[in-house]
């Protein structure tokens, strides 16, 4: 059986972090927090709290909590988001950077012949 990844463009742009991701899944999902927290043996608020991400707060949110929010919420967010991180192939991420110059590519033009005046 081979694996087959669609990456969603401009996901790890959307979700600069994995924790934002998981922030992502936990609050679209449709599912009352106080249920994904449940499902993931937490409290509501311990779950808010490792979601918020506060380096000033001790709580973290981890691996096992993240594989428990997928199981919780049914969506593989977190997984496309690592695999759109590292797994991104070098020529879409290259056409990707072309897409991006095509657009800046007239105002650098048009500030070029401001410097040349």
């Not at 998981?22 to 609050?27: F, G, L, Q, V």
């Not at 509501?44 to 909590?65: I, W």
């Not at 950077?97 to 410097?115: C, D, F, G, S, Y």
Request: glycine residues 4%; negative net charge; charged residues 25%.
């Amino acid at each position: 059986m081979q694996l087959a990844l669609d990456f969603e463009p401009g996901l790890t742009e959307r979700y600069p972090s994995l924790l934002d991701a998981c922030r992502a899944t936990a609050y679209a999902s449709g599912k009352a927090m106080k249920a994904i927290a449940a499902d993931m043996d937490l409290s509501q608020s311990d779950l808010s709290r490792k979601l918020a991400g506060n380096p000033d707060d001790p709580r973290r949110f981890s691996v096992d909590e993240m594989v428990a929010l997928i199981e919780s919420t049914g969506d593989p967010l977190p997984i496309h988001w690592l695999a759109a991180k590292f797994l991104e192939p070098l020529d879409s991420k290259h056409a990707r950077a072309v897409a991006e110059l095509a657009k800046v590519m007239p105002q650098l033009q048009a500030l070029m012949k401001t410097l040349q005046k």
